[in-house]
């Protein structure tokens, strides 16, 4: 008798074929379901709460994603691409995991009438690929030639004003403020692409939150601020044409890792010691003064002696920066972080034109400005209380990230479920262009986005069928923007009118997530679990 053939570990389950595939989307989809609900202006909070008992109340989809800390394999495609999401445009998270999901249950009804997976993932590539072709035909191009035009800018203003207005329930004035600083952030570091668009790095924008005044009070600065005061009372407020060592090694002296114990048996050998240290920590500032720097930002410590001989060298310093904000300095100051003193040279040297400590609030900062790469600004939050900040914090970023995806391309599609049910219609059409198997695929890809206005609809308080119903009524006549209006819980023609819009950007990161996640899903026919290591 042949021995048998061991594969696995003992303890390994396998599941194949499509119990594998129908196990997976089951998990895929009931993490979709619960997304559903949050969905929209008027879609409802979950409540999380984490092992430690910490509690998170949110509607974001990113946030609930990766705060559920799910198992199952299959649902964490999900959260892969609602993660993917997140960092391509910073929107769409919540769409981009309900449309998987409904990509999904799609997909099982095709299975069930014994469409082969494979013919599955062709239909809906087709289909995505055919959608990602028609939505700049769907949308509206905003010109953005000319970024200073008042044109422009007012685009630019609705834009982020659609964004603040759904999520941040601030005053008229302090919508204005942060939309302004926004915009001028936003343009400042924006650089031109051949294609047209523009190239906005967000990480040259740095946002910091100073308790104290409130939202009005907030402020851009073409340059970088620090949280931090001048070291030294004797040191420099104030350096003009500012030469900037940017160091991340201590100036102090090096503490042993181990502790060493030092005999010293007479006054004068404590002297001799302390001396050594002073003269190493003065050959540090010598070298540094020697280069050329005036002013000395630093991510570690500064010895008070140290100080003491920086002061005297007429050196503005400051220390214990924070190592994002060190970063941050040398790509704007043109700097190079400086990690050894000794081999330190004048071209290690960043440049502004001025560095300057100013009182903010209760506070002192330190700014610096006319930094060698104008391009970099901070803004900087006041506010009364941590939670005004942060919230405040989280709106400018959302803000941000709508402004960068119109400028890379300007095109904005209508919202509210408008652009799901004209491509739905768009794509049905080309369904039967292609006919075969992959239609009934193309078609359920068409079904699953029309999933969007029907959940739109749901949240608002409408019923939802009938709701579809009227919006495939208007769209068949043309009417290519009428779509729901959940604020009123009603349907109108021109969602545009009432600023529900999408940057494409958005919108085709959204189909790009879901296809993907759900091609993934359904390209797996076999489940092998190694058994869990007992703990
Ligand atoms: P996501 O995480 O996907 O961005 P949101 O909860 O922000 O999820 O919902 C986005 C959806 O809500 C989009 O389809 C958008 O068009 C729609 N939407 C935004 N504002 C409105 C509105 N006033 N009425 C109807 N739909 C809206």
């Given at each position: 008798m042949a021995a048998p053939v061991l594969l696995?570990?003992?303890?390994t389950s396998r599941t194949t074929g499509r119990d594998a595939l129908r196990n997976n989307i089951l998990a895929a989809r009931t993490l979709a379901e619960m997304l559903r609900t949050s969905l929209g202006p008027k879609g409802l909070d979950k409540m999380l709460i984490d092992s430690f008992g910490d509690v998170t109340i949110t509607n974001d989809g990113a946030t609930i994603v990766k705060d559920m800390?799910?198992?199952?394999p299959a649902a964490k495609l999900l959260v892969e691409a609602a993660k993917a999401q997140d960092a391509e445009v910073g929107d769409g998270t919540t769409s981009a995991v309900v449309l998987a999901g409904a990509l999904l249950e799609k997909a099982e009804n095709l299975l069930d009438q014994n469409v082969h997976p494979t013919i599955i993932i062709e239909g809906y590539k087709k289909a995505y690929a055919k959608a990602l072709e028609l939505l700049p035909q769907l949308g509206t191009r905003i010109?953005?030639?000319?970024?200073?035009?008042a044109t422009t800018r007012e685009s630019l203003r609705k834009i982020a004003f659609t964004t603040l207005s759904s999520k941040f329930i601030a005053e008229g004035e302090e919508i204005n403020k942060i939309i302004d600083m926004v915009i001028d952030a936003v343009t400042t570091v924006a650089e031109p692409l051949p294609s047209g668009g523009y190239n906005v790095s967000l990480d040259l924008i740095k946002i910091d939150k100073k308790k104290?005044?409130?939202?009005?009070d907030s402020m851009l600065v073409r340059g970088i601020v620090l949280d931090?005061?001048?070291?030294?009372?004797?040191?420099?407020?104030r350096v003009t044409k500012a030469k900037i060592a940017v160091l991340?090694?201590?100036?102090?002296v090096e503490k042993p890792e181990i502790s060493a114990k030092i005999s010293i048996t007479s006054p004068e050998q404590i002297k001799a010691f302390l001396d050594e240290e002073a003269r190493y920590l003065k050959d540090m500032v010598d070298k540094l003064a020697s280069i050329g720097a005036n002013v000395v930002i630093c991510q570690k410590g500064i010895d008070d002696v140290a100080q003491h001989f920086l002061a005297k060298k007429g050196i503005l310093a400051v220390r214990r920066v924070k190592r994002s904000d060190i970063e941050k300095l040398e790509k704007a100051l043109g700097a190079r972080i400086i990690s050894s003193i000794k081999d330190?040279?004048?071209?290690d040297l960043g440049y502004a034109e001025l560095v300057e400590e100013r009182r903010v609030g209760n506070d002192k900062m330190v700014f610096i400005e006319?930094?060698?790469?104008?391009k970099a600004v901070n803004i900087l939050l006041r506010g009364s209380n941590d939670m005004a900040l942060d919230e405040a914090e989280r709106s400018i970023n959302d803000a941000l990230h709508s402004l960068r995806n119109i400028l890379l391309e300007p095109v904005i599609l209508p919202g509210g479920g408008a652009i799901e049910l004209e491509l739905a219609m768009k794509l049905r059409e080309y369904a039967r262009s292609v006919g075969g198997k992959e239609q009934l695929a193309i078609e359920a890809f068409a079904d699953a986005l029309e999933e969007i206005p029907m959940i739109l609809a749901e949240t608002a308080g409408m019923e939802p069928i009938s709701a579809l119903m009227d919006l495939r009524a208007r769209h068949a006549k043309?009417?290519?923007?009428?779509?729901?209006d959940a604020l009123s819980g009603k349907i109108v023609d021109d969602v545009f009118g009432l600023n529900i819009i999408e940057p494409v950007r958005v919108k085709a990161q959204v189909l790009k997530s879901a296809t993907e996640a759900a091609t993934a899903i359904l390209k797996i026919d076999d489940l092998i679990a190694a058994a869990p290591l007992k703990s």
């Open positions: 696995f570990k003992e303890g800390e799910i198992q199952h010109d953005i030639r000319d970024l200073s035009s104290g005044g409130s939202i009005e931090k005061e001048v070291v030294h009372p004797g040191m420099p407020r991340d090694a201590a100036l102090e330190a040279t004048a071209d006319g930094a060698k790469n104008p043309g009417l290519i923007n009428s779509g729901i």
